[in-house]
């Protein structure tokens, strides 16, 4: 437990706004290889996994690696907040379109991410670290993306009238919590059917 506060210290330093700019372009472009490695090896072979071993498949040195994450919950961090960044790029491009559901197509692809990296964010939630607070700013950008489509979907009639973006959000929360208590977390065909589960409840219900 005594660990715990340096560690944070540690992870958020990593994480800490500025530090991308700073970054030599050589620099960055490594650093974007090692978060999309690690992404794609905790959510594959778990947590288990060396920094150096995720060095090694990014086809970076070992020192690259602690250079920008000193830690394992540093690299798990900046993993789950580049990951927001991800759906907040993918949320702009939606709203880009004139789909009037494309607010079902974010919402899939919010939970399917969760999904994917259900244990990075068991691992940030034990060692209490919290997303919104370690990254208020994309938080709040991501919020806003699906409170953009959930107003353009209130517009077409496409989804329940009644909606609020809170309770949105609380759904996505909530389907992750479903996802990992049926254990299909690697499961892509059986965590998909529960998310779609869940989006079809947001559509308008028939009159009787």
Do not use: C, W
Not at 31 to 42: D, G, I, S, Y
Not at 50 to 70: C, K, M, N, Q, Y
Not at 168 to 189: Q, S, T, W
């Amino acid at each position: 437990m005594s660990s715990r506060p340096s560690e944070r210290a540690a992870a958020e330093s990593a994480m800490a706004p500025g530090n991308d700019r700073e970054l030599r372009a050589d620099a960055r472009r490594n650093r974007e290889r090692v978060l999309r490695t690690a992404q794609q090896l905790f959510a594959a072979e778990g947590l288990g996994i060396s920094l150096d071993e995720i060095a090694r498949r990014a086809g970076v040195g070992p020192g690259t690696v602690h250079r920008h994450f000193p830690t394992k919950q540093a690299l798990y961090l900046a993993v789950a907040i580049d990951q927001l960044r991800q759906l907040v790029a993918e949320g702009e491009a939606l709203a880009r379109t004139d789909d009037p559901a494309a607010l079902f197509t974010f919402l899939a692809s919010m939970m399917a991410s969760g999904a994917e990296n259900a244990a990075v964010k068991s691992a940030l939630a034990a060692a209490e670290f919290d997303l919104r607070s370690a990254a208020p700013s994309v938080a709040a950008d991501l919020t806003r993306q699906v409170a953009g489509l959930l107003d353009r979907a209130h517009s077409a009639g496409v989804v329940r009238h009644d909606l609020a973006v809170d309770e949105v959000m609380a759904l996505v929360a909530g389907a992750f919590a479903a996802i990992r208590h049926a254990d299909v977390e690697n499961n892509r065909a059986r965590s998909a059917h529960i998310a779609q589960i869940i989006v079809d409840g947001l559509r308008p219900q028939p009159r009787l």
